[in-house]
């Protein structure tokens, strides 16, 4: 491709969007005032929630915001378990690897430098407000740990492949002269050079390309051995500045419900609370109306009766005609004000609030009541049985669209710098494996806490059937029934011996076992021979056999 057909393409796409922002915009002043700048130039300094009656809408959003880092990314323990297919068969040494690139992953991404916190703290928001969200995973300048940014949305367009995930994305980037000298010293454009002596500081439109290189490289010409294609334009000289292969597309685009059609997502949240949130404003700015005039009521005076303009403040006086024969009523009284519908429109208010908590899933992500310490195990599954089916259609595009990709992407980029040791080191059941993360979360710890429960029903239930007959004691695999259970309920790998080494451990105690038998065996053999000896010793021997 060529710089300008590039750059038509992405202005084709960036163009095809534009309705799309007069959306995200309205949604933005409803519920996230901080980004509602898709449409508008704000200035700094403005406020950002000027013509808003009622804060509810962003409570609400904020809330679930939040609760999406503290659901997928709980920062007080490991969230990310590296995975390889077929769990159940890997060997414990492998297991035991895994987990401590798990480690030293979860170090890597946590650094104060890669923004890391920062960047999903941002994409959190923009994915419970608009239902997806932009983060960019890279190396920093230097080569010398992870970088993370959230990009505003406005700035970013994309396409979808045959496969349904994002293949294509075109980002805008307005940035400084100097700082374009700063990464692209070589290869800047003579303007871009001339403005970094003169006004370095002066703001350059810059785009950034990731596409496939089968895209990038149509005419059949192939320049990159690799998946990707990187391309950062200057946009105002039709400049190419640098030109990379990729092996990573880099951009991590979670998105919470598509439309097939769209390669752009929503958020269902938004999508039933948005309604509400226009009625909410309304009512408000309405109750707001009226309590002022119950409190402060409008004034009905007689004309030609006053001498000066009505004054209402506390302490104030109005002047009037002292000729004013006060028989024909007063000169000066509130209007009557009905008063009765302020308590119904203040419930219906309670009651559009309470919608958009339910909206905003924020009764589904609380764990469910257990009832207190009368409720029977059975009656504890169900109530988690009860949550996992409420929560499911919550955690589960969140996980596999947001957590997967943003976690599989860093792993590959720690592999790619070496930080997990040289690919020969990993044992050899995981070299040539696609490694795949589990996330704890609280749906997690529900599905594995029944697990863990019905491992409890089970042996409580063969230790019954025992009692009738010992031979059903062997219709569960113990061992591996136990191991699975220690390992749902958050025991690490490292504390577990290898199943080699517990066969070999169960071996040494059976052999102990048999030895000590063996010698018990002869031992109570050479009681009895010493008794059979001490009964048939002659008389006058003592019982010895030797003649006193």
């Known amino acids: 491709m060529s710089v300008e057909f590039v750059l038509a393409q992405g202005s084709k796409l960036f163009e095809e969007r534009f309705n799309l922002l007069t959306l995200w915009q309205e949604i933005a002043e409803n519920f996230y005032p901080e980004r509602a700048d898709f449409t508008v130039n704000r200035a700094l300094g403005s406020e950002m929630a000027e013509g808003l009656a009622s804060g509810s809408p962003i409570l609400v959003r904020r809330e679930l915001g939040n609760a999406i880092g503290g659901m997928l990314r709980p920062t007080n323990k490991v969230w990310a378990r590296a995975r390889v297919d077929n769990w159940d068969e890997v060997t414990t040494e492998a297991k035991a690897w895994l987990e401590r690139a798990e480690e030293r992953q979860r170090k890597a991404m946590y650094h104060r430098q890669t923004g890391f916190a920062r960047a999903v703290k941002e994409a959190d928001h923009d994915f419970a407000t608009f239902g997806q969200a932009v983060i960019q995973a890279?190396?920093?300048?230097?080569?010398?740990?992870?970088?993370?940014?959230?990009?505003?949305?406005?700035?970013?367009?994309?396409?979808?492949?045959?496969?349904?995930?994002?293949?294509?994305?075109?980002?805008?980037?307005?940035?400084?002269?100097?700082?374009?000298?700063?990464?692209?010293?070589?290869?800047?454009?003579?303007?871009?050079?001339?403005?970094?002596?003169?006004?370095?500081?002066?703001?350059?439109?810059?785009?950034?390309?990731?596409?496939?290189?089968?895209?990038?490289?149509?005419?059949?010409?192939?320049?990159?051995k690799t998946k990707y294609v990187s391309i950062y334009?200057?946009?105002?000289?039709?400049?190419?500045?640098?030109?990379?292969?990729?092996?990573?597309?880099?951009?991590?685009?979670?998105?919470?419900?598509?439309?097939?059609?769209?390669?752009?997502?929503?958020?269902?949240?938004?999508?039933?609370?948005?309604?509400?949130?226009?009625?909410?404003?309304?009512?408000?700015?309405?109750?707001?109306?009226?309590?002022?005039?119950?409190?402060?009521?409008?004034?009905?005076?007689?004309?030609?009766?006053?001498?000066?303009?009505?004054?209402?403040?506390?302490?104030?006086?109005?002047?009037?005609?002292?000729?004013?024969?006060?028989?024909?009523?007063?000169?000066?009284?509130?209007?009557?004000?009905?008063?009765?519908?302020?308590?119904?429109?203040?419930?219906?208010?309670?009651?559009?609030?309470?919608?958009?908590?339910?909206?905003?899933?924020?009764?589904?992500?609380?764990?469910?009541?257990?009832?207190?310490?009368?409720?029977?195990?059975?009656?504890?599954?169900?109530?988690?049985?009860?949550?996992i089916r409420r929560a499911l259609p919550l955690f589960e595009p969140m996980e596999s669209e947001y957590n997967g990709p943003l976690t599989e992407e860093t792993f590959e980029l720690l592999m790619g710098a070496g930080v997990f040791g040289p690919v020969f080191g990993m044992p050899k059941e995981l070299q040539g494996r696609e490694v795949k993360f589990q996330f704890e979360s609280p749906l997690h710890d529900a599905l594995e806490n029944v697990k863990t429960q019905r491992y409890l029903e089970a042996t409580s239930l063969l230790a019954n059937a025992a009692a009738a007959d010992p031979a059903v004691a062997h219709i569960i695999d113990v061992k591996k029934a136990t191991r699975e259970a220690l390992l749902a309920s958050g025991t690490p790998a490292d504390w577990l011996r290898s199943e080699q080494e517990v066969n070999d451990a169960a071996a040494a105690e059976a052999e102990a076992a048999q030895i000590q038998q063996q010698l018990a065996q002869m031992q109570q053999g050479a009681d009895i021979a010493a008794t059979i000896g001490a009964t048939q010793a002659p008389a006058g021997t003592g019982g010895t056999g030797v003649p006193n």
């Not at 990464?183 to 454009?189: A, C, D, G, R, S």
């Not at 007689?302 to 009037?320: F, H, P």
Request: aromatic share 8%; hydrophobic share 35%.
């Open 138 to 224: 890279t190396y920093n300048r230097t080569f010398t740990g992870l970088l993370y940014r959230c990009h505003h949305l406005r700035d970013c367009a994309w396409t979808e492949g045959t496969d349904g995930l994002v293949d294509v994305v075109y980002r805008k980037w307005k940035t400084t002269a100097i700082e374009l000298a700063r990464m692209f010293p070589k290869t800047l454009h003579r303007e871009i050079q001339d403005k970094v002596a003169k006004s370095p500081y002066e703001p350059v439109e810059v785009w950034h390309c990731v596409l496939p290189r089968d895209i990038f490289e149509s005419d059949g010409k192939s320049k990159h």
């Open 233 to 387: 334009l200057d946009v105002a000289n039709k400049h190419m500045m640098e030109e990379v292969g990729l092996n990573r597309q880099q951009y991590i685009i979670p998105r919470w419900q598509t439309v097939s059609g769209s390669q752009y997502a929503y958020s269902p949240a938004v999508v039933v609370g948005l309604p509400d949130a226009r009625t909410l404003q309304e009512m408000t700015l309405t109750l707001l109306d009226a309590g002022q005039k119950a409190v402060t009521p409008p004034m009905l005076g007689v004309q030609g009766a006053l001498r000066s303009d009505v004054n209402v403040m506390a302490g104030g006086l109005t002047w009037v005609d002292r000729e004013y024969d006060e028989r024909l009523g007063e000169v000066l009284r509130p209007l009557t004000i009905d008063k009765s519908g302020i308590p119904l429109g203040l419930d219906m208010a309670q009651a559009v609030e309470a919608k958009l908590t339910e909206a905003f899933y924020l009764n589904t992500i609380g764990l469910p009541p257990t009832g207190g310490p009368d409720m029977t195990a059975f009656e504890v599954g169900q109530r988690v049985q009860e949550y």
